[in-house]
């Protein structure tokens, strides 16, 4: 099986001191959520920087409340990666669209923590052109520092990641840059995930519902791919490899009416 153990004491303590945990799977009759522990997509931002993509995460926490029994707060979280507020929430967005400053060290030893006690990160490269690979190698750079025994590598095909609620067999984003995920491994969990297509840019609506931005080359097909992508690193961030159990994947079938090629 592939993924850490979702039993494992430290994450179970940091969900449930949230109030997430496994209940968040929508198991039957589940009572509501406080509206502070309602799950939310918060995009974390560094060095005072405003966010990219800024209306991307709430676009995806619609789709995770329209698409799964993930009980989500729809509200807009934006949390500097310096504050304690990091801590509040198990799932965090890191959109980056070109270079930018050297992580301080309290942002550095926030991520470290947060990392190393249960929390997930989805880092995104939004950029074009020169500001794509501006971003990746500081993003990778600041990252050696923050986990120096921990480098990115490519996510493996056959990852639970890629059937946490969706069966996957592909990645992409508003461009379809690169068909591959990076991540970061602590103790075989996937705790943070490293995605070079900006993703945030496929989800992203204005004012009125419209997508901000098309996705190319695959158009719609695409975003669908991508809203999916999201949805499921949500999904694992919660859960981690409870997808590989057969009463989950028999509730999901029962109830959400999913067909079994889509799992």
Known sequence: MTGADPADPGRREFLRR???????????????????NRFRVAQV??????????????????EVRFRTAVDVKLDRVVVPLSSRAVFDHPFLLWVGDGAFPDLSQLEQANLRTFLEIGGFVLVDNAGDGAALGAFDRQVRAQLRRVLPGSALREVPDGHVLMRAFYKLASVAGRRAHRNALDGVFLEDRLCLLYSQNDLAGAWSRDGFGNWEFEAVPGGPVQ???????????VMYALLLDYKD?????????????LRKEDL
């Open 245 to 257: 159990e057969q009463a989950h994947t028999d509730y999901l079938l029962r109830k959400r009416k």
């Open 18 to 36: 949230l109030g997430l945990g496994l209940a968040l799977a929508a198991a039957p009759g589940v009572a509501r959520a406080s509206d502070f």
């Open 45 to 62: 931002t560094t060095s005072d920087l405003p966010p990219a993509r800024p209306n991307a995460a709430f676009v995806l926490g619609q």
């Open 223 to 233: 975003r669908e791919g991508a809203i999916r992508l999201g949805v499921n690193a």
